[in-house]
């Protein structure tokens, strides 16, 4: 297992974040310190925040009660849960993963949403009826 891993990264790392930013689904990477090191192209268009606003952000400046810094504090997975989000002010589904060093210390969380259909559905019947 340990070679198959090895392998596969050797295959990702030169494009690891181009792969990252294809995939559909919002993306948003902080470090240990709470801070936002990533977000890929469908956060950007989907939660509809650009890269240059959010990099470099402090969560727990903002937003300290974000799923991200839970995950941080515990680093324990939350897979396909769906809870309010403080950032963006809806429900969402979405599953966060902590990001272990070689002492298996958390060092940073995955954020992979899954806002596609339930943030439209969400718009529309929130939407004001004319």
Request: aromatic fraction near 10%; glycine fraction near 8%.
């Amino acid at each position: 297992m340990v070679q198959e891993n090895e392998e596969l990264f050797n295959l990702f790392k030169n494009s690891f974040i181009e792969v990252l930013d294809r995939i559909n689904d919002p993306i948003i990477v902080v470090n240990k310190d709470g801070n936002v090191v990533y977000v890929n192209e469908a956060y950007e268009y989907q939660v509809g925040i650009s890269r240059e606003r959010i990099l470099g952000k402090n969560l727990y400046r903002k937003y300290p009660n974000d799923k991200l810094l839970q995950v941080l504090k515990t680093g324990q997975l939350i897979e396909g849960e769906e809870h309010f989000n403080e950032t963006l002010g809806y429900n969402i589904v979405a599953s966060f993963m902590p990001l272990k060093d070689a002492e298996g210390q958390t060092s940073g969380v995955i954020g992979v949403g899954n806002l596609g259909c339930m943030n439209k559905l969400y718009k529309h019947l929130r939407a004001p009826s004319h």
